[in-house]
């Protein structure tokens, strides 16, 4: 056994190696879905590098490359041995270094006097499967203390990048599963069960990268309950649609509660709900404020240059305990604003209707401030409940009739009134569910 092969054995690990191959990202040039991640990045914590990078077995390559302006693929790499990346391999888990000179487990690592090191901090970025295909870090040329914020933006910006590659992997599976499926349909009669065979694994696969675009379950948040109904909307084709919720910590003891709609559907609504998501958790970690938060979702959005842009609709909502129960702030950007229903029956609109995400560079975004008492309940919601119809119906639900179903309902549980609203759109809808759904319900126990 070789020395490398003895200090490096996850690096080398041929099940690894292979996963990076997968990605097909080594050896291209820059792309905008990594480059903005390692933008948003140097931007948040204030470094002149950063990086996300795949490792095979003998280099680092970098895909993204925050403060190296050279576009040779030469320039972008260098080798396992001067890789910070490798002790993340080998740890499978994120290296927070404050000062490389002196950390023992870098202090003789070439790139401390190759690139400058003096600070380095990363986290893996993992393939589908779990394996570390490399890493997503941040580098400072001069020795700093990492803080929690500056950890947490790392930590979700990696995930971003391992969304990314996911979402690029599965499209593909469910392309190629479209492209036999269509290709099956063409066949003798013979071939009819692996044409619907092949259909199924791209429905699957469309079902698989939704759900990977969704939190995999609820936070337990101080003093309230929370519930979520999510329908994906009919049409019979392996898609991915743009509704998305999101609940999650925010700076100063604060929760941050999200509902959005990405406009179309498709692998490119799928990249910008995945973009949303991760950067409204990246800045929730410094400003609490919904509003500001929202300008920077539109500033990322509107520099993110596809050739197919994307805008969306948000409502955001702040949320921390207070004295008489809990205070809540929201904003909405070209979403229906969201409403309260007292304890005592009465319906409230909460929010005011802004712009739509992405559509200009400075859109007006007005904050609203409330206190929920117990008893009190915050629903956020999507449009597929307000404009649920039947098929062979123009009708929709509407507005008023939600106000009435929550005016007129006694549920003293966030589950059990996301149950009421679902209840009362799925009759009236007659379970015709043409457009993604989301309800989200903040309910304060009238025990509290």
Same mark, same amino acid.
């Given at each position: 056994?070789?020395?490398?092969?003895?200090?490096?054995?996850?690096?080398?690990?041929?099940?690894?190696?292979?996963?990076?191959?997968?990605?097909?990202?080594?050896?291209?040039?820059?792309?905008?879905?990594?480059?903005?991640?390692?933008?948003?990045?140097?931007?948040?914590?204030?470094?002149?590098?950063?990086?996300?990078?795949?490792?095979?077995?003998?280099?680092?390559?970098?895909?993204?490359?925050?403060?190296?302006?050279?576009?040779?693929?030469?320039?972008?790499?260098?080798?396992?041995?001067?890789?910070?990346?490798?002790?993340?391999?080998?740890?499978?888990?994120?290296?927070?270094?404050?000062?490389?000179?002196?950390?023992?487990?870098?202090?003789?690592?070439?790139?401390?006097?190759?690139?400058?090191?003096? $600070?380095?901090?990363?986290?893996?970025?993992?393939?589908?499967?779990?394996? #570390? +295909? %490399?890493? !997503?870090?941040? *580098?400072?040329? &001069?020795?700093?203390?990492?803080?929690?914020?500056?950890?947490?933006?790392?930590?979700?910006?990696?995930?971003?990048?391992?969304?990314?590659?996911?979402?690029?992997?599965?499209?593909?599976?469910?392309?190629?599963?479209?492209?036999?499926?269509?290709?099956?349909?063409?066949?003798?009669?013979?071939?009819?069960?692996?044409?619907?065979?092949?259909?199924?694994?791209?429905?699957?696969?469309?079902?698989?990268?939704?759900?990977?675009?969704?939190?995999?379950?609820?936070?337990?948040?101080?003093?309230?309950?929370? $519930?979520?109904?999510?329908?994906?909307?009919?049409?019979?084709?392996?898609? #991915? +649609? %743009?509704? !998305?919720?999101? *609940?999650?910590? &925010?700076?100063?003891?604060?929760?941050?509660?999200?509902?959005?709609?990405?406009?179309?559907?498709?692998?490119?609504?799928?990249?910008?709900?995945?973009?949303?998501?991760?950067?409204?958790?990246?800045?929730?970690?410094?400003?609490?404020?919904?509003?500001?938060?929202?300008?920077?979702?539109?500033?990322?959005?509107?520099?993110?240059?596809?050739?197919?842009?994307?805008?969306?609709?948000?409502?955001?909502?702040?949320?921390?305990?207070?004295?008489?129960?809990?205070?809540?702030?929201?904003?909405?950007?070209?979403?229906?604003?969201?409403?309260?229903?007292?304890?005592?029956?009465?319906?409230?609109?909460?929010?005011?209707?802004? *712009?739509?995400?992405?559509?200009?560079?400075?859109?007006?975004?007005?904050?609203?401030?409330?206190?929920?008492?117990?008893?009190?309940?915050?629903?956020?919601?999507?449009?597929?409940?307000?404009?649920?119809?039947?098929?062979?119906?123009?009708?929709?639900?509407?507005?008023?009739?939600?106000?009435?179903?929550?005016?007129?309902?006694?549920?003293?549980?966030?589950?059990?009134?996301?149950?009421?609203?679902?209840?009362?759109?799925?009759?009236?809808?007659?379970?015709?569910?043409?457009?993604?759904?989301?309800?989200?319900?903040?309910?304060?126990?009238?025990?509290?």
């Amino acid at each position: 056994m070789t020395r490398s092969t003895q200090d490096h054995p996850r690096v080398l690990d041929p099940v690894r190696i292979s996963a990076v191959y997968r990605t097909r990202l080594l050896d291209t040039g820059p792309e905008v879905a990594f480059d903005r991640l390692t933008g948003l990045a140097a931007t948040l914590l204030g470094t002149p590098f950063a990086f996300v990078t795949l490792v095979d077995e003998t280099r680092s390559f970098w895909k993204s490359c925050i403060g190296v302006s050279s576009t040779d693929l030469a320039d972008r790499q260098n080798s396992v041995q001067q890789s910070f990346c490798r002790y993340v391999i080998e740890a499978d888990a994120e290296l927070i270094v404050d000062d490389a000179r002196v950390d023992p487990r870098t202090a003789d690592n070439p790139s401390i006097e190759l690139m400058g090191v003096a $600070a380095w901090a990363g986290f893996p970025v993992r393939s589908p499967d779990g394996h #570390v +295909l %490399g890493t !997503f870090c941040a *580098v400072d040329t &001069s020795t700093r203390h990492w803080t929690p914020h500056d950890i947490e933006v790392l930590k979700t910006l990696a995930l971003a990048a391992a969304g990314e590659i996911a979402l690029r992997e599965a499209v593909e599976n469910a392309e190629t599963a479209t492209i036999h499926a269509q290709a099956a349909t063409t066949r003798a009669n013979e071939a009819t069960a692996d044409a619907r065979a092949a259909a199924n694994q791209a429905q699957q696969l469309a079902d698989t990268l939704q759900e990977s675009l969704l939190p995999p379950h609820l936070p337990q948040v101080p003093g309230v309950e929370i $519930a979520v109904r999510y329908r994906r909307g009919a049409g019979g084709t392996a898609e #991915v +649609l %743009g509704d !998305f919720y999101d *609940v999650f910590p &925010s700076a100063r003891d604060t929760w941050a509660v999200v509902v959005g709609d990405v406009c179309g559907k498709g692998p490119q609504a799928a990249k910008t709900t995945a973009l949303a998501r991760y950067t409204l958790r990246a800045t929730a970690g410094r400003f609490i404020t919904p509003s500001r938060n929202l300008a920077t979702l539109n500033t990322t959005l509107r520099a993110w240059q596809t050739k197919d842009p994307r805008f969306l609709t948000a409502a955001y909502a702040a949320l921390r305990l207070h004295p008489k129960g809990v205070s809540a702030q929201i904003s909405c950007a070209g979403h229906e604003p969201a409403l309260i229903r007292r304890a005592d029956g009465r319906v409230e609109s909460f929010g005011h209707h802004g *712009v739509a995400i992405g559509l200009i560079d400075q859109p007006v975004l007005r904050d609203k401030r409330t206190v929920l008492h117990p008893g009190d309940s915050l629903i956020l919601y999507t449009d597929g409940v307000t404009e649920g119809r039947r098929a062979d119906s123009s009708d929709l639900f509407g507005i008023e009739r939600l106000h009435r179903v929550l005016a007129g309902n006694g549920a003293t549980s966030a589950g059990r009134l996301v149950d009421a609203i679902d209840n009362a759109v799925t009759t009236f809808t007659a379970g015709h569910v043409h457009d993604d759904t989301v309800i989200l319900v903040i309910h304060l126990p009238a025990s509290r």
